[in-house]
Protein backbone atom coordinates (compact mmCIF):
# COMPACT_ATOMS: atom_id res chain seq x y z
CA UNK A 1 0.00 0.00 0.00
CA UNK A 2 1.44 3.71 -0.88
CA UNK A 3 0.21 6.65 0.69
CA UNK A 4 1.48 10.12 0.33
CA UNK A 5 4.46 11.00 2.68
CA UNK A 6 3.56 12.10 6.05
CA UNK A 7 5.04 16.11 6.52
CA UNK A 8 7.49 14.13 9.19
CA UNK A 9 9.60 12.66 6.96
CA UNK A 10 11.33 14.20 4.18
CA UNK A 11 9.88 13.82 0.72
CA UNK A 12 13.93 14.58 -1.41
CA UNK A 13 15.20 12.18 -3.16
CA UNK A 14 11.66 9.79 -3.60
CA UNK A 15 11.87 7.72 -5.73
CA UNK A 16 7.45 7.76 -6.57
CA UNK A 17 8.81 8.89 -10.15
CA UNK A 18 10.35 5.42 -10.75
CA UNK A 19 7.36 3.86 -10.19
CA UNK A 20 5.90 2.57 -13.76
CA UNK A 21 2.18 1.42 -13.13
CA UNK A 22 0.83 -1.49 -15.81
CA UNK A 23 -2.66 -2.78 -15.52
CA UNK A 24 -4.10 -0.08 -13.50
CA UNK A 25 -7.80 -0.19 -12.16
CA UNK A 26 -9.57 1.47 -9.34
CA UNK A 27 -12.25 1.83 -7.17
CA UNK A 28 -13.01 3.20 -3.81
CA UNK A 29 -9.35 2.03 -2.06
CA UNK A 30 -7.66 3.72 -4.41
CA UNK A 31 -5.64 2.22 -7.27
CA UNK A 32 -4.59 -1.05 -8.28
CA UNK A 33 -1.87 -1.67 -10.23
CA UNK A 34 1.69 -3.90 -11.32
CA UNK A 35 4.85 -2.80 -11.03
CA UNK A 36 7.25 -4.75 -13.07
CA UNK A 37 10.38 -5.57 -11.25
CA UNK A 38 12.32 -8.15 -14.14
CA UNK A 39 12.25 -11.43 -15.29
CA UNK A 40 8.24 -11.56 -15.98
CA UNK A 41 7.25 -10.68 -12.37
CA UNK A 42 5.56 -7.73 -11.14
CA UNK A 43 5.18 -6.53 -7.73
CA UNK A 44 1.01 -5.88 -7.13
CA UNK A 45 0.29 -2.05 -5.39
CA UNK A 46 -2.25 0.21 -4.06
CA UNK A 47 -2.01 3.59 -3.67
CA UNK A 48 -4.85 4.63 -1.49
CA UNK A 49 -7.69 6.67 -2.75
CA UNK A 50 -6.99 10.31 -2.79
CA UNK A 51 -3.02 10.24 -2.91
CA UNK A 52 -1.58 12.27 -5.86
CA UNK A 53 0.62 10.25 -8.45
CA UNK A 54 2.64 12.84 -9.13
CA UNK A 55 3.27 13.21 -5.20
CA UNK A 56 6.32 11.50 -2.76
CA UNK A 57 5.31 8.01 -1.49
CA UNK A 58 5.39 5.95 0.91
CA UNK A 59 4.73 2.14 2.22
CA UNK A 60 1.88 1.21 4.72
CA UNK A 61 2.98 -1.73 6.85
CA UNK A 62 0.36 -2.66 8.70
CA UNK A 63 1.38 -3.91 12.35
CA UNK A 64 0.18 -7.54 11.56
CA UNK A 65 1.22 -11.62 10.97
CA UNK A 66 1.60 -10.34 7.24
CA UNK A 67 3.95 -7.65 8.27
CA UNK A 68 7.28 -9.72 7.57
CA UNK A 69 6.00 -10.39 4.02
CA UNK A 70 5.09 -6.90 3.26
CA UNK A 71 8.38 -5.78 4.40
CA UNK A 72 9.93 -7.82 2.13
CA UNK A 73 8.09 -7.01 -0.70
CA UNK A 74 8.84 -3.52 0.12
CA UNK A 75 12.63 -4.29 0.34
CA UNK A 76 12.14 -5.63 -3.45
CA UNK A 77 10.13 -2.68 -4.55
CA UNK A 78 12.99 -0.23 -3.49
CA UNK A 79 15.97 -2.63 -4.93
CA UNK A 80 14.23 -2.29 -8.37
CA UNK A 81 13.61 1.55 -8.38
CA UNK A 82 17.42 1.81 -6.92
CA UNK A 83 18.27 -0.67 -9.85
CA UNK A 84 19.99 -3.22 -7.40
CA UNK A 85 19.59 -6.64 -7.62
CA UNK A 86 16.64 -8.37 -5.74
CA UNK A 87 17.37 -10.39 -3.08
CA UNK A 88 16.41 -14.10 -3.53
CA UNK A 89 12.72 -15.29 -2.15
CA UNK A 90 13.41 -17.88 0.48
CA UNK A 91 10.55 -18.89 1.06
CA UNK A 92 9.70 -21.60 -1.11
CA UNK A 93 12.04 -23.92 -0.43
CA UNK A 94 13.85 -26.42 -3.59
CA UNK A 95 11.80 -29.57 -1.69
CA UNK A 96 8.54 -27.18 -1.83
CA UNK A 97 8.97 -25.89 -4.96
CA UNK A 98 9.35 -30.16 -6.40
CA UNK A 99 7.06 -31.35 -4.31
CA UNK A 100 4.17 -28.73 -5.62
CA UNK A 101 5.54 -29.77 -9.38
CA UNK A 102 4.71 -33.37 -8.61
CA UNK A 103 1.44 -32.64 -6.66
CA UNK A 104 0.87 -30.39 -9.82
CA UNK A 105 1.15 -33.61 -11.99
CA UNK A 106 -0.58 -35.96 -10.18
CA UNK A 107 -3.89 -33.73 -9.60
CA UNK A 108 -3.51 -33.08 -13.10
CA UNK A 109 -3.77 -36.99 -14.17
CA UNK A 110 -6.30 -37.51 -11.76
CA UNK A 111 -8.43 -34.39 -12.87
CA UNK A 112 -7.87 -36.67 -16.31
CA UNK A 113 -9.19 -39.73 -15.32
CA UNK A 114 -5.47 -41.33 -14.67
CA UNK A 115 -5.08 -44.09 -11.99
CA UNK A 116 -2.78 -43.71 -9.44
CA UNK A 117 -0.68 -46.34 -10.69
CA UNK A 118 -0.35 -44.31 -14.11
CA UNK A 119 0.37 -41.32 -12.36
CA UNK A 120 3.29 -43.14 -9.93
CA UNK A 121 4.42 -44.56 -13.57
CA UNK A 122 4.82 -40.53 -14.70
CA UNK A 123 6.21 -38.97 -11.29
CA UNK A 124 8.45 -41.96 -10.38
CA UNK A 125 9.24 -43.85 -14.13
CA UNK A 126 7.76 -47.32 -14.76
CA UNK A 127 10.77 -49.36 -13.13
CA UNK A 128 10.38 -48.07 -9.88
CA UNK A 129 6.59 -48.50 -9.77
CA UNK A 130 6.69 -52.05 -10.82
CA UNK A 131 9.41 -53.28 -8.27
CA UNK A 132 7.07 -53.50 -5.59
CA UNK A 133 3.91 -54.72 -4.53
CA UNK A 134 1.36 -52.09 -5.87
CA UNK A 135 -1.49 -52.01 -3.05
CA UNK A 136 1.49 -51.85 -0.03
CA UNK A 137 3.84 -49.68 -2.04
CA UNK A 138 4.77 -46.23 -0.43
CA UNK A 139 4.89 -44.62 -3.66
CA UNK A 140 1.24 -45.45 -3.54
CA UNK A 141 0.57 -43.60 -0.71
CA UNK A 142 2.92 -40.69 -1.98
CA UNK A 143 0.65 -40.15 -4.93
CA UNK A 144 -2.58 -40.01 -3.10
CA UNK A 145 -0.67 -37.62 -0.87
CA UNK A 146 -0.21 -35.35 -3.34
CA UNK A 147 -3.30 -36.02 -4.92
CA UNK A 148 -5.06 -34.95 -1.66
CA UNK A 149 -2.70 -32.37 -1.09
CA UNK A 150 -3.13 -30.62 -4.57
CA UNK A 151 -6.80 -30.69 -3.92
CA UNK A 152 -6.01 -28.25 -0.44
CA UNK A 153 -3.80 -26.27 -3.02
CA UNK A 154 -6.49 -25.88 -5.26
CA UNK A 155 -9.30 -24.80 -2.71
CA UNK A 156 -6.78 -21.90 -1.47
CA UNK A 157 -3.88 -23.64 0.53
CA UNK A 158 -1.36 -22.16 -1.69
CA UNK A 159 -1.72 -18.97 0.19
CA UNK A 160 -0.12 -20.55 3.33
CA UNK A 161 3.34 -21.74 0.71
CA UNK A 162 3.63 -17.83 -0.02
CA UNK A 163 3.73 -16.54 3.27
CA UNK A 164 6.47 -16.81 5.86
CA UNK A 165 6.30 -19.51 8.55
CA UNK A 166 4.55 -18.21 11.45
CA UNK A 167 4.76 -19.73 14.84
CA UNK A 168 1.41 -20.68 16.61
Given at each position: ???????????????FD??????????????????D???????????????????????????D???????E???????????????????????????????????????SGA??RE??????G????????????A????????????????????????R?????
Amino acid sequence: MLDAVPSALPADGNLFDLIAATHARADAAGVYFRCDIGGGRSLHLLRLAGVDANAPLAVVIPLDADGLDRIEAATRLLCVLMQRSLPPDRRVTERQRRRARQMLQAIDGRMSGASYREIARAIYGADRVGDEPWKTSALRDAVMGFVRDARTMIGGGYRRLLRRRRRK
